[in-house]
């Protein structure tokens, strides 16, 4: 008995180990882990999207605007401009600007688009002193819209910016519409009538006053001004009618002047001075004053020329 009680207390424990009872014995291997999904691999999507680049990312943020001179889209971060498209009015002709670029003196093309689509135009080997870097310029492509449905890159020489975010559509589309406009420059929305010469405006006080009459324009953002003695006239794409603001005018040396007011119950100031060959950043256009703006709790800069 003693015996048959030893041999049951070595069997016992084989059994254990590989019986029914071991709950590993019959267990389905533990599942690999899903494509995508693994610690060290691509993440997976769960927001269903298709992985269209966005309008604003690391490069910047695209903005469009525009004024009686033309339409730009310009990449910008900041106070930094990136990457410019810019299609002076009524012109057929695009002007392509990358302020980071560096003047070859052999180079004379550059190039833009998405992909493997890509235009090519004449780049000034002498660099853009206004704008800073190299500009190109050449008739605007037919394919437009397709170069700037995608992640945008130029290129010059050896050197290359991007592939930056693609422009919001409705941006791409406003543009290229504003490009089209080639047969004539659109009108310009009706500004208030000028104010007559002699008028209220000329007064200041009991002082009459003799100042000329000025048109100033400045970009990103768009902005222009006509000045009539004291009255200046302020108008943005927002409200291309104009606000009239009455200021007090100081006149300054060598052909200087401040007008000085508010609107919206922030200061208003518009300085000019002169400044020949000035130029608005866009355009090839220069004028023969500067003029340096402060409104909204910022500081504009732009060019103006006699009325």
């Known amino acids: 008995m ?9 069997i ?4 254990a180990c590989g019986g029914e009872d071991d709950p590993g014995a019959n267990a389905a291997p533990a599942a690999a882990p899903a494509a995508g999904n693994a610690v060290n691999g691509s993440a997976a999507r769960t927001d269903g999207a298709a992985g269209t680049a966005p309008s604003t990312g690391a ?3 695209w903005d469009l605007q525009s004024s009686g001179e033309g339409t730009a889209l310009a990449l910008r971060s900041g106070e930094a401009t990136t990457l410019r498209f810019f299609c002076p009015a009524g012109a057929n002709r695009l002007l392509v600007n990358v302020p980071g670029f560096r003047a070859i003196g052999s180079e004379e093309r550059l190039s833009f688009g998405s992909g493997g689509d890509a235009a090519a135009l004449v780049a000034d080997s002498r660099g853009d002193r206004a704008r800073g870097g190299v500009s190109a310029t ?13 992640p945008v890159s130029a290129s010059y020489g050896a050197q290359t910016s991007g592939p930056h975010p693609a422009p919001a559509r ?6 290229v519409a504003a490009c089209g406009r080639v047969a004539a420059a659109p ?11 002699g008028g209220a405006c000329m007064m200041q006080g009991s002082e009459r006053l003799t100042v000329r009459a000025l048109r100033a324009v400045g970009t990103e953002p768009f902005w222009g001004a006509r000045v009539e003695g004291r009255c200046v006239t302020y108008s943005h794409p927002d409200d291309q009618q104009g606000t009239r603001i009455w200021t ?9 002047g401040t007008w000085s007011g508010a609107l919206g119950g922030r200061r208003f100031e518009l300085r000019a001075r002169p400044q020949p060959g000035c130029s608005d950043g866009m355009s090839d256009r ?10 909204g709790g910022e500081r504009r800069t732009g060019c103006a020329e006699p009325a």
């Open 59 to 61: 490069s910047g943020a």
């Open 2 to 10: 003693r015996m048959l009680w030893a041999i049951a207390l070595m």
């Open 187 to 197: 009108p310009a929305a009706p500004n208030p009538p000028a104010p007559p010469r």
């Open 12 to 15: 016992l424990p084989v059994a």
């Open 138 to 150: 050449g008739a605007v492509p037919a394919d437009l819209a397709a170069l700037l449905a995608r």
């Open 248 to 256: 007090r005018y100081t006149a300054g040396p060598g052909g200087r």
């Open 286 to 295: 220069v004028y023969p004053i500067a003029v340096e703006l402060f409104v």
């Open 170 to 175: 409705r941006l791409v589309l406003a543009f």
